[in-house]
Structures are given as structure tokens and as C-alpha cells.
């Protein structure tokens, strides 16, 4: 049996890993000067550090022919899809729906709701827009994934403690097995992201796991190599 080394116990991926990654919300809106993140004072270069690791994990993963689920945060231009209690509380100099330099914020189809050109989805991934924190919330994430017969999630992106947490727990109560890349996701409040690790791996893995990049790809070498003999 393969596994990725991991805490607070090893992974195991079963012999034919019905494993797929998914990479949540690294969308202009939170990524760049000038998007919603930077309007709302925060520190956007704390989120671009982990873009070259992500990268690599993704050629892992391309490399693997693992299934590859991008998600952005984004609402109708109507905001139909939005509740009042969102809006209200998203109050900064700006909010969602109101204009910046990268169109209007956090609204689909908008230049800053898309994906950071450095990991870009490839044809054939799969993009799911999401108008709530958790990627399974009025989603079709979970067809797409029951279509696929996959039970496996190693979970990515921003930010740590908000979207990548909510999507954590939402599939975690789904019965689907979840590990949190460690250095592919990342918080705006490094404290954050670090109780937010803890929690996840906390009593016995209540949440799922946590393991570093490195050792996730180490565990999908070994079990391409173990299927290939
Ligand atoms: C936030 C997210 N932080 N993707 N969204 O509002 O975590």
C-alpha cells in the first residue's frame, strides 16, 4: 500500500487512488495589487509565495493524469447569489460587486475573478465557480466528483483558514479523505494558517491530514511505481 507521509498519521492511497487536487480560489480578486485582498489591507505577497510551489504540484499531478479541480469565489452580476449578510460584512473601502482596477469584485467573468495566469487550468481541468466560502455550497463539485468515483482530496490554494477550511470541512462530512497541502496554501494571517493546520490534523485527524509538498509527490511517485510493476 502506498501513502504520503503525513500527519498525525501516514496517508495510505488505496491501490488505484481515486485521488484528485483540488485548487481553491487563486483568483486575481485575492492574488494581486489592486484586487479585493489588497483593497481590504492585506499583505497580497504573503498569497504569491506559494505560487511556484503550487506550480509544481501541479505538474505532479499533470504528470500523474490526477484530476485537477480549480474553484474561483464569484457571484452573478445581479447578485442574485449573494446574501445580504455577505455583502454587509464584506464592508471595507469597498465590496463585492463594487468597481476596482480589475472590474468588479468577486463578480463571475470579471478580469480579477479569474485565475492567476501562472496556473492557468489546462483544457480538460475542471473549473467550478462558487458563490459561498466552501466549494460544495450550491456547486456541482460533488456530481463531478461522485462521476469520477473519487474519494481521495489533496486540498490547495487560499485562503488557509477561510475557503481552503470551509471546503476542508464540507468534504470531510461527505466521507471524502482529505490531506491539506501544507506549503500550497496560504493565509494573509500566518497564525492563521497555522491554527488552522493544527485544528485540521488536531485528535487523531478530526479533519483530515496535513503533509508538505515534497512528501506528497514522493507518496504519488511510489505508487506510480508501484502500479507500473
Ligand atoms: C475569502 C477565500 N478569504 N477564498 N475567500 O474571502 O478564502
Known sequence: ???IFAQPYDYELPPQPTLALIVIDMQRDFMEAGGFGDILGNDVDRLRAIVPTLQRLLEGCRDLKIPI???VEGH???LSDCPQSKLKRGKGPVTIGDESSMGRIL???EPGNSIIPELAPLPGEILISKPGKGAFYKTNLEPQLKARNITHLLITGVTT???VQSTMREANDRGYECL???DATESYFPEFKQSTLEMVRAQGGIIGWTAPTEAVLQGLKQ???SQDS
Open 161 to 163: 483558514e477561510v475557503c
Open 69 to 71: 479541480f480549480h474553484t
Open 107 to 109: 463578480i463571475l467573468g
Open 180 to 182: 491539506l497541502v501544507e
Open 76 to 78: 452573478q452580476p445581479d
Open 1 to 3: 500500500m502506498s501513502h
Open 223 to 225: 505508487w506510480q511505481q
